[in-house]
């Protein structure tokens, strides 16, 4: 006979999954301890198998645990959408959309973006999560977004990706910085200025370092720094040179508070949409990703 395994027992499964503790899993669900700690024993006994590892006080899916979360997902999500169906008139977009995206697009693009959405989508909830790049690929591995929104490309080959929209990065200084008034920046010119540039695993410190590569040097970095603003503040004060999205220096670029500085860099890059072909994708998330590459428009940019 196969084994009886309840809705209750992989919601407990799921919820473990993503909070590492039975803990977490019980305020998430709204359960006591001992009840989600008993679906969890319940589960694994009757399946016969141990799904997690139990190093101290956490649980950590093992080998198996990460193979079944996929199959896990799926059937809740599929339970989601016929409860939703029984309740929702019939054709109406609807469920929630968990979206990581990468602090470029999530701040200058996706606002906009998931707010027509919306409007449109009355009865959709769009979650966005700002991250770096490499953390996006991250949550989209682990299960905790349904799509994932990045800066370069996706080489994690457990994930699907494709290109979403071209972006262009720009090296900014402030108008005093000794060389706001160069015609054109040289490569001893690169080297040897201090830079202010995103943390390891942005995407956009990727492309600078990988620009500064195909011209045999190196950036010397004086301040990495987690946010865009942060960076601009910090390139206002004349304490470096920068390279940040045009998207996110249009502003100060117009007004004359920033200069760009022109260079042999090639700062060109793509923005991908990020999956996991194993992750459920629900008519919402199939609807939100056409949006997302109708609203691209032919210039490869966003429309408004």
């Not at 865009?228 to 998207?247: N, P, R």
């Not at 996110?248 to 920033?258: C, I, K, N, P, Y």
Request: overall charge negative.
């Amino acid at each position: 006979m196969a084994p009886q395994v309840s809705f209750r027992q992989l919601q407990v499964f799921a919820a473990v999954a993503r909070r590492g503790t039975v803990s977490g899993a019980a305020a998430e669900l709204a359960m006591s301890q001992s009840a989600t700690s008993q679906a969890l024993s319940d589960l694994e006994r009757q399946l016969g198998v141990a799904l997690f590892e139990r190093p101290g006080r956490r649980l950590v899916l093992n080998d198996l645990g990460r193979s079944l979360l996929p199959r896990a997902e799926e059937l809740l999500d599929g339970m989601a959408a016929f409860v939703a169906a029984a309740r929702e008139p019939e054709g109406e977009l609807h469920g929630t959309l968990g979206v990581s995206a990468s602090a470029t697009v999530g701040t200058y693009l996706l606002p906009d973006l998931v707010g027509r959405f919306s409007e449109a989508h009355p009865r959709t909830d769009l979650r966005l999560r700002l991250r770096n790049t490499h953390e996006v690929i991250g949550d989209v591995l682990r299960l905790e977004a349904d799509l994932g929104l990045i800066e370069g490309e996706c080489l994690e080959p457990a994930l699907v990706s494709e290109p979403w929209c071209e972006d262009r990065l720009v090296v900014v200084a402030a108008p005093g910085h000794p060389l706001a008034s160069r015609e054109r920046l040289d490569d001893h010119d690169l080297a040897e200025a201090a830079w202010i540039l995103r943390e390891p695993g942005s995407g956009t410190r990727e492309v600078f370092e990988q620009a500064m590569r195909r011209r045999g040097g190196s950036p010397r970095v004086r301040m990495a720094l987690g946010q865009h603003e942060a960076i601009k503040q910090a390139v206002l004060a004349g304490l470096g040179l920068g390279c940040l999205s045009a998207l996110g220096v249009a502003g100060e670029l117009e007004r004359g508070e920033l200069v760009a500085l022109d260079s042999e860099l090639i700062l060109h890059r793509t923005f991908s949409l990020v999956w996991h072909p194993e992750r459920y994708r629900s008519p919402l998330w199939q609807a939100f990703k056409v949006f997302l590459i109708e609203a691209r428009g032919a210039s490869g940019q966003p429309q408004p």
